[in-house]
């Protein structure tokens, strides 16, 4: 199962395989409801800051619930050919950043990673460049910048792992991280400076947000240690 926190801790959020999600009273674990997100496997489950609004990545696309209500409030549906992996919550819960991967390598990685509004759920722009296909999107702290993760190395020769780009504008920046095969969570740091970033192979990287640039990488057995 998926899980998430609201800002406070009062909320804990779950989803697992049979597409239901559940929101829970963190301290006691008491289950407080729980709605029907798809009739398969919930991939991303984020949270509001206040645990009133729910974000899902599912095969049914990207959904934005009001929990109270179990209804959705903005539906993005995937494209043909595409499944949604990954998806976030700006930090002032304005937009929406979805990831998806198609069923073989998408050659030129166009519109993998796209940005829309949470109000309407109208598409801001698309980042292209993860042609082995984008399961990662994270605003930093600040909103500022968007991560976004691919898994396309070593299958796409010198593929970039990880983008960083302007989240206002999309621009992309110069920082990257290479040979991080299949990057799929990241966490950053209290004063959101650094971002840890976890991958499925056997390497953990710590990216720098003052520099823009990879500070160093650990090396662990396996990547559920990370």
């Not at 929101?23 to 489950?45: C, E, F, Y």
């Not at 494209?79 to 304005?94: A, I, K, N, T, V």
């Amino acid at each position: 199962p998926v899980h998430d926190y609201s800002a406070d801790g009062v909320w804990l959020f779950t989803a697992d395989e049979t597409g239901t999600a559940r929101r829970w009273l963190a301290d006691r674990l008491v289950l407080d409801r729980a709605w029907t997100v798809d009739s398969g496997p919930v991939n991303v489950i984020v949270a509001s800051k206040d645990g009133n609004r729910a974000l899902t990545a599912s095969p049914r696309g990207v959904v934005l619930w009001n929990v109270v209500t179990g209804e959705p409030i903005v539906e993005i549906a995937p494209r043909e050919g595409e499944r949604p992996m990954g998806c976030d919550l700006s930090p002032d819960e304005s937009r929406i950043a979805y990831a998806a991967q198609y069923g073989e390598v998408n050659t030129d990685g166009e519109d993998l990673a796209r940005v829309y509004r949470a109000d309407t759920g109208e598409m801001e722009y698309a980042v292209s460049g993860h042609p082995g296909n984008s399961n990662l999107v994270a605003f930093s702290p600040d909103g500022q910048w968007l991560f976004t993760g691919g898994y396309g190395a070593p299958s796409v020769a010198d593929e970039p792992s990880l983008y960083v780009w302007d989240a206002e504008t999309g621009t992309r920046c110069a920082g990257t991280i290479n040979a991080l095969n299949w990057p799929w969570r990241i966490e950053f740091s209290p004063d959101g400076s650094k971002a840890l970033i976890m991958s499925l192979s056997i390497y953990t990287a710590l990216y720098d947000l003052n520099v823009h640039e990879e500070r160093y990488r650990v090396r662990v057995q396996d990547a559920r240690q990370a």
